[in-house]
Structure formats: C-alpha cells, structure tokens
C-alpha cells in the first residue's frame, strides 16, 4: 500500500518562500500524478496543483504564479515551494496520489503538515 | 472557477440512519466527482470517483449519484466510524472541492 508523508518547517516568516517534501514509500512515484492539497483554518480544501512522473504541472490560477512542484524520482519524492507566502498561506498542507491518466481525483493522501505563516 | 456548493454543512444523525449530502456545481461537470471523508489527525479517504464507482475496500453502504451538476453521497445506514467531515471534489475543470458536511452524532 502506498504511503505519503509530507514533511517541512511548520513555521515561515511573511514574504519568504514555503518549501514542503513528500516522501512516498510502498510504490514507485513513476507512473502516476502527485497532487498538494492544502486546508485553511476553518476553511475547505483547496488544490494547487499536480506533478506528473515525466514532470509535467498544472497548477490552479489563483496560485500559478507563486507555486512551483517539482519531482525527483530518483529519491521517490516530489517538493512544492511557495514564494512570498502571506498569513492566508497557512494551512494543513496535505500531498496525495492521483491515478496514473491525471487531472483527476486523489486515491492516496498523506496525513498532512501544518505550515504557518507569522513573524 | 467551476463552485461547488455542499449541503448541509453540518448533518445530525444516528447510527442506522440513511443520510444523503448534496453537491451542486456552478456548471456542468459530466460525471467528474468524487467525494472524501476526512477525520482529524488521519489522511483523507477516497470514497466514490466518477461519480458512483465505489472505490477498493470502501463498504457498500456508500453510494453516489449524479449527473452534470447535481450529486448525492449516501450512506445507507449509518455506522460508528462514518461520524466524520465529507466533501466532494469535480475534477472536470482543475479541481475544486465543496466545503463540507460535518455528520455528527445527534
């Protein structure tokens, strides 16, 4: 059974970048897409984006331009950073597996990561 | 931005009850959904993709249905475990999720 488990700082400063690890075991990260998820305090869940084996993004609009995920298969692992993150960038920050054809729903999920954005 | 709007947010309800919790989407979304259940401290959990298909070890007291804009989850008869916080997600256009139903124990 595959397993995630997202790690990172659970504290950033505003303005500076938010960097999160997800380590996947019980499978091989190729063949498949590889989501974040994150949930705002009080709020819903709200995707941001995915990474293909082959390294091919989708990230949704409000956030393109502040986020990156990267992959690197040889550690089966995939990484999100996002840039010059605000309080409203707090959140329980989950990685999940989708189906090998992408763009679709989360099969697997990690149990999450709380990061907070605070001075 | 395709929205997704889930009712009720909060279920009250006993074990061995039928509960039903809607989703309704701001357009058309074929068959494009699936719904979660969330506990705290615990990963998400995949119930139903596509809609209706069940997926692998989920007990068939979860059902799904729907189409273009109109889904129901529902659980035939409620157990213990199944007291938690459901949401569903279309996957048609990028991916946005409703903003939950907590069932909780009346």
């Known amino acids: 059974q595959v397993q995630l488990q997202a790690s990172g700082p659970g504290l950033v400063k505003p303005s500076e970048t938010l960097s999160l690890t997800c380590n996947v075991s019980?499978?091989?990260?190729?063949?498949?897409?590889w989501s974040w998820v994150r949930q705002s305090p009080g709020k819903g869940l709200e995707w941001i984006g995915y990474i293909n084996y082959s390294g091919r993004t989708n990230y949704i609009p409000s956030l393109r331009s502040r986020v990156t995920i990267s992959i690197d298969t040889s550690k089966n692992q995939f990484s999100l950073k996002v840039y010059s993150v605000t309080a409203a960038d707090t959140a329980l920050y989950y990685c999940?597996?989708?189906?090998?054809?992408?763009?679709?729903?989360?099969?697997?999920w990690g149990q999450g990561t709380l990061v907070t954005v605070s001075s | 931005d395709i929205q997704m709007t889930q009712s009720p947010a909060t279920l009250s309800a006993s074990v061995g009850d039928r509960v039903t919790i809607t989703c309704r989407a701001s357009q058309t979304i074929n068959r494009y959904l699936a719904w979660y259940q969330l506990k705290p401290g615990k990963a998400p959990k995949l119930l139903i993709h596509t809609t209706s298909t069940l997926q692998s070890g989920v007990p068939s007291r979860f059902s799904g249905s729907g189409y273009g804009t109109e889904f129901t989850l529902t659980i035939t008869s409620l157990q213990p475990d199944d007291f938690a916080d459901y949401y569903c997600e279309q996957y048609y256009l990028y991916s946005t999720f409703g903003q939950g139903t907590k069932v909780e124990l009346k």
């Open positions: 019980g499978g091989s990260i190729s063949d498949y897409y």
């Open positions: 999940a597996r989708g189906p090998s054809h992408g763009g679709s729903y989360q099969e697997y």
